[in-house]
């Protein structure tokens, strides 16, 4: 059983990272309820860093394999290597560009001005990868698809995401008990991570 360091002390993470259930892997399937809980789970811990009541932390290297996994499939945001700390009162960071190439939320590495809105995007590829299926796919996609706004002003704060993601997930657990015959199923599910290719290799530029 491993013994990772995360935010908060020492955890056991058995089941690794989501990335290990995404992709080349011979992991089941996650089941869509389960990896809905797990985002919602990320998105509260990302939420958590960006509420600071003097600053806030940004993570700056949001992805697949920085999500783990714990024994009871609870996920938590993990390596802060690359994470900065941010006065309230400063609209941005201006900072060489770090990340990792596919989740580098393009209005950074075009601007070189670090916000939480750069989280954001980066937890909007997440999102976007693996198959994504059942009742809460529109709501789920359309809480993605903000993430994923050009612009850092037009993506939502952590707090609007949750708050999507949860709906999904009554959205979800709405179709079950009502079993909904309009549901998609895992036949036609949508594939994200053709649309959005995500990398696992690091963006290291400058000091």
Not at 34 to 47: D, N, Q, T, V, Y
Not at 96 to 111: C, H, I, N, T, W
Not at 149 to 178: D, H, Y
Request: glycine share 8%.
């Amino acid at each position: 059983m491993a013994k990772i360091q995360v935010k908060g002390g020492m955890d056991s993470f058995i089941h690794g990272t989501l990335r290990d259930h995404l992709y080349n892997t011979n992991n089941p399937p996650l089941q869509w309820e389960k990896r809905l809980k797990m985002c919602i789970a990320a998105a509260h811990g990302l939420h958590y860093l960006h509420r600071g009541p003097n600053h806030i932390s940004i993570h700056r290297d949001v992805k697949t394999t920085n999500i783990l996994l714990s024994e009871k499939w609870v996920a938590k945001i993990s390596d802060f290597g690359l994470s900065k700390l941010n006065n309230l009162s400063n609209t941005h960071i201006s900072t060489a560009v770090k990340g990792s190439f596919g989740y580098l939320d393009p209005e950074y590495f075009r601007l070189q001005q670090l916000t939480e809105k750069s989280d954001v995007y980066s937890f909007g590829v997440v999102l976007c990868e693996g198959k994504i299926s059942l009742p809460s796919l529109l709501k789920f996609g359309e809480v993605a698809t903000s993430c994923l706004a050009s612009e850092g002003i037009k993506r939502p704060v952590m707090s609007e995401v949750v708050c999507g993601l949860e709906l999904a997930m009554q959205l979800q657990e709405s179709g079950i008990n009502g079993n909904d015959e309009n549901h998609v199923n895992d036949s036609t599910a949508i594939d994200y991570h053709v649309l959005f290719t995500s990398g696992s290799g690091s963006l290291n530029v400058g000091r």
